[in-house]
């Protein structure tokens, strides 16, 4: 269903795009500067229901149940932050999942460790275990998904990142109010969806401003689906209207205790099966 309303939506766009340059009195290749600027001014008032995953973590249980929440919202495209694998014990599932259901995707420090093994050294010891049980599991095909993914992805008044804009690949935890700042140097959209701290949090260009609404820039972190770290155990994804400006961070209830077990099943550490429990 939302792959189908996707298709309507790019078609629609594909048809108002044409109908602006002719009107214009363009008649240079589809693929021209021109036409871009075209194709992006009418896709920048178009509106979508987006729902904006991240931190998966090779949880299926709870990946299951937030792209249940998403269909429910009759969103029009979902979109994944990264850290699709890690820690948990379904990598496989969740990689397919993802690749059947998001429409734009990002590549998230643990995807990377697992596909390449760049910077598995800097992941803790349990994760770096479960990085190598994930990397002896995927199949070639998912590890070259994984492999490939963008850093960054802007889509219509969105961009996408995992960590923070201004160094992708250097995989910031954002705590500290200047370097928070700094990041809206480093983006040029309205707003920019991230994950990494697994904690959901939304951020504005300007000081007391704490709900998203017109006239101003937002960074907003989703949390985490698959391993939240705010002492709750409820995954965390944000459902988001780029028109209307609804921002809501919704936080699921699904099956932590199956999701442990088989963390234990696949003799993974056990402290990974308690930090899902204790939402650490």
């Avoid at 795009?17 to 363009?26: F, Q």
């Avoid at 709870?62 to 820690?87: K, S």
């Avoid at 937002?218 to 459902?239: A, E």
């Avoid at 936080?251 to 308690?274: G, K, N």
């Amino acid at each position: 269903m939302i792959q189908g309303r996707t298709a309507l939506r790019t078609a629609l766009i594909a048809y108002q795009t044409a109908r602006l340059c002719v009107s214009s009195g363009c008649r240079l290749p589809q693929r021209s500067v021109c036409c871009t600027v075209h194709r992006l001014t009418f896709q920048s008032f178009c509106s979508v229901r987006l729902a904006v995953l991240s931190d998966i973590h090779a949880n299926l249980h709870a990946l299951q149940a937030a792209l249940r929440i998403a269909e429910q919202a009759d969103v029009e495209a979902i979109y994944c932050l990264g850290d699709i694998v890690g820690y948990n014990a379904d990598p496989g599932p969740c990689v397919d999942l993802v690749r059947e259901h998001c429409t734009h995707v990002v590549q998230g420090n643990h995807d990377r460790a697992v596909a390449t093994g760049t910077g598995m050294e800097q992941l803790p010891q349990d994760a770096q275990r479960a990085a190598t049980y994930h990397r002896s599991v995927l199949s070639a095909d998912q590890l070259a998904f994984l492999r490939t993914l963008p850093l960054v992805d802007t889509v219509g008044p969105c961009t996408l990142v995992h960590a923070s804009p201004d160094a992708p690949d250097a995989w910031k935890h954002l705590s500290a109010y200047q370097d928070i700042r700094k990041q809206f140097e480093h983006f040029d959209t309205p707003f920019c969806f991230m994950g990494h701290t697994h904690i959901p949090a939304v951020i504005a260009d300007a000081l007391g401003v704490f709900e998203v609404r017109a006239g101003h820039r937002y960074l907003i972190n989703v949390g985490s689906v698959g391993q939240p770290r705010d002492h709750t155990p409820k995954g965390s994804l944000v459902l988001f209207d780029t028109e209307a400006l609804i921002h809501r961070c919704v936080r699921f209830s699904y099956d932590v205790d199956a999701a442990a077990a088989r963390i234990e099943a696949e003799q993974l550490p056990e402290r990974l099966a308690y930090r899902l429990r204790e939402g650490q």
